[in-house]
T-cell receptor
Framework: GENVEQHPSTLSVQEGDSAVIKCTYS??????FPWYKQELGKRPQLIID?????GEKKDQRIAVTLNKTAKHFSLHITETQPEDSAVYFC??????????FGAGTQVVVTP | DGGITQSPKYLFRKEGQNVTLSCEQN?????MYWYRQDPGQGLRLIYY???????QKGDIAEGYSVSREKKESFPLTVTSAQKNPTAFYLC??????????????FGSGTQLSVL
């Protein structure tokens, strides 16, 4: 089955700096790669996603890049703000379309 | 919080007891899922259902059971066979073969603890 690895597990950044989280996957047939943000005690919320026919997608301060050859994709958050503090999960769709999740990255933005 | 509703928000289980977590959605989605979340381990799939009256085991189905008698409901029972049930349980739904396809819509979760 699909194996998704996410790094780092924790990330502390100064407000205004950039944050980058990377995920690798094993199944070359995977074609959908979403990122979810989960605040403490809340439900995960989809923040951005990308399909395999696209190399990069941007939405305001958030961007995702995909390297299908190397089987990795990354989340980039620029100009970080305190409200960006949360746990971020990457996910990869398997052959049926079910999502396999990474272990998560705890992002802490310090003033 | 419309869309997908989980209840209760907190649940306590005694030794040897079965407990049932409720999940209801009004999104008219065909597919529903149950995930277990433990600190530092991400979300692990317990069971999923693609259509009414049908469901499949996920990665960690042992000690759990589900039913899908109605499209909008997908309850999860944590049985006494599940020896380490303390976790945050998330229900989700999606509509395959649509504009939203694999996108998951999550409920607000149930925190289950053992007394």
């Amino acid at each position: 089955g699909e194996n998704v690895e996410q790094h780092p597990s924790t990330l502390s950044v100064q407000e205004g700096d950039s944050a980058v989280i990377k995920c690798t996957y094993s199944d070359s047939a995977s074609n959908y790669f979403p990122w979810y943000k989960q605040e403490l005690g809340k439900r995960p919320q989809l923040i951005i996603d990308i399909r395999s026919n696209v190399g990069e997608k941007k939405d305001q301060r958030i961007a995702v890049t995909l390297n299908k050859t190397a089987k990795h994709f990354s989340l980039h958050i620029t100009e970080t703000q305190p409200e960006d503090s949360a746990v971020y999960f990457c996910a990869v769709s398997d052959s049926w379309g079910k999502l396999q999740f990474g272990a998560g990255t705890q992002v802490v933005v310090t003033p | 919080d419309g869309g997908i509703t989980q209840s209760p928000k907190y649940l306590f289980r005694k030794e040897g007891q079965n407990v049932t977590l409720s999940c209801e959605q009004n999104l008219n989605h065909d597919a529903m899922y149950w995930y277990r979340q433990d600190p530092g381990q991400g979300l692990r799939l317990i069971y999923y259902s693609q259509i009414v009256n049908d469901f499949q085991k996920g990665d960690i189905a042992e000690g759990y059971s589900v039913s899908r008698e109605k499209k909008e409901s997908f309850p999860l029972t944590v049985t006494s066979a599940q020896k380490n049930p303390t976790a945050f349980y998330l229900c989700a739904s999606s509509q395959p073969h649509s504009a939203t396809n694999e996108k998951l819509f999550f409920g607000s979760g149930t925190q289950l603890s053992v007394l």
